[in-house]
């Protein structure tokens, strides 16, 4: 890793900037041997995963239990770990190589409060595990209208459902009306999220021309937190079979 990211990490993070700067590493190098990201390199992985999963810090940190649903390559679950160390995180994929991959992760790193689970959140909803999470967050796993169905079961009342989320957040929540009154949930709270570019080109080390790239893209995206807080229990009927929640009647 190049010094212009090791500092980036330190910009970021500095309490816990050597594990961050273990999983980035390493979170590229699995990549390069198994598709568990489309963001490998180096770069994409400290701006795209990293700098993008410390924005959910505030609503994790004082949590007993949280799930990251569609976890894929372990973010923003295996950052949000490593900066709350008294905090359960079970990180969650239907797809076990994504999994293995990411509890090989956690263990390496020292992060004894992660568990890995194979699981389908359809399923894991209406288990053992519905209403077991004070948080649940997901990233890029679906639509809002799928996302809310899949996650709000699995959190326990007064609990937050928290989605990131691009420009087309308005369009989505919209869509998602019906199924969010359904499952009992009224609108969320939305937060702008932004990075600033000047504080990484300041730095000593200077980037290379793909990690001035990475950075500017990432800093020019639109980017949204939705923090939903659930008032009631979710109606014993959701999660429906993904079948049916993917035909969005």
């Given at each position: 890793?190049?010094?212009?990211?090791?500092?980036?990490?330190?910009?970021?993070?500095?309490?816990?900037?050597?594990?961050?700067?273990?999983?980035?590493?390493?979170?590229?190098?699995?990549?390069?041997?198994?598709?568990?990201?489309?963001?490998?390199?180096?770069?994409?992985?400290?701006?795209?995963?990293?700098?993008?999963?410390?924005?959910?810090?505030?609503?994790?940190?004082?949590?007993?239990?949280?799930?990251?649903?569609?976890?894929?390559?372990?973010?923003?679950?295996?950052?949000?770990?490593?900066?709350?160390?008294?905090?359960?995180?079970?990180?969650?994929?239907?797809?076990?190589?994504?999994?293995?991959?990411?509890?090989?992760?956690?263990?390496?790193?020292?992060?004894?409060?992660?568990?890995?689970?194979?699981?389908?959140?359809?399923?894991?909803?209406?288990?053992?595990?519905?209403?077991?999470?004070?948080?649940?967050?997901?990233?890029?796993?679906?639509?809002?209208?799928?996302?809310?169905e899949l996650c709000l079961p699995l959190l326990r009342v007064g609990g937050r459902f928290v989605s990131m989320?691009?420009?087309?957040?308005?369009?989505?929540?919209?869509?998602?009306?019906?199924?969010?009154?359904?499952?009992?949930?009224?609108?969320?709270?939305?937060?702008?999220?932004?990075?600033?570019?000047?504080?990484?080109?300041?730095?000593?080390?200077?980037?290379?021309?793909?990690?001035?790239?990475?950075?500017?893209?990432?800093?020019?995206?639109?980017?949204?937190?939705?923090?939903?807080?659930?008032?009631?229990?979710?109606?014993?009927?959701?999660?429906?079979?993904?079948?049916?929640?993917?035909?969005?009647?």
């Amino acid at each position: 890793m190049t010094d212009f990211l090791r500092a980036s990490i330190e910009v970021l993070c500095p309490e816990r900037a050597e594990v961050l700067t273990a999983l980035a590493l390493r979170t590229a190098e699995t990549a390069t041997r198994m598709n568990i990201t489309a963001r490998k390199s180096e770069a994409e992985v400290v701006f795209y995963h990293v700098a993008d999963s410390l924005s959910l810090l505030p609503d994790v940190r004082g949590a007993r239990r949280v799930c990251d649903v569609g976890t894929g390559g372990g973010f923003p679950g295996l950052v949000l770990a490593a900066l709350c160390p008294e905090t359960e995180f079970v990180l969650m994929d239907a797809t076990q190589k994504k999994v293995r991959a990411v509890a090989e992760t956690a263990a390496a790193l020292g992060l004894n409060n992660v568990t890995g689970l194979c699981a389908r959140a359809e399923e894991a909803g209406q288990d053992k595990w519905r209403e077991k999470f004070d948080v649940v967050v997901s990233r890029a796993l679906a639509a809002l209208p799928m996302l809310s169905e899949l996650c709000l079961p699995l959190l326990r009342v007064g609990g937050r459902f928290v989605s990131m989320k691009g420009p087309r957040y308005a369009e989505e929540l919209a869509d998602a009306k019906a199924i969010l009154q359904k499952l009992g949930q009224s609108a969320p709270l939305v937060r702008t999220e932004t990075l600033d570019k000047n504080a990484f080109l300041t730095l000593s080390a200077e980037p290379t021309e793909e990690e001035l790239c990475a950075l500017t893209s990432f800093c020019e995206m639109e980017r949204y937190t939705l923090v939903f807080e659930k008032k009631r229990p979710t109606p014993r009927t959701y999660p429906r079979p993904f079948a049916q929640i993917r035909r969005g009647n």
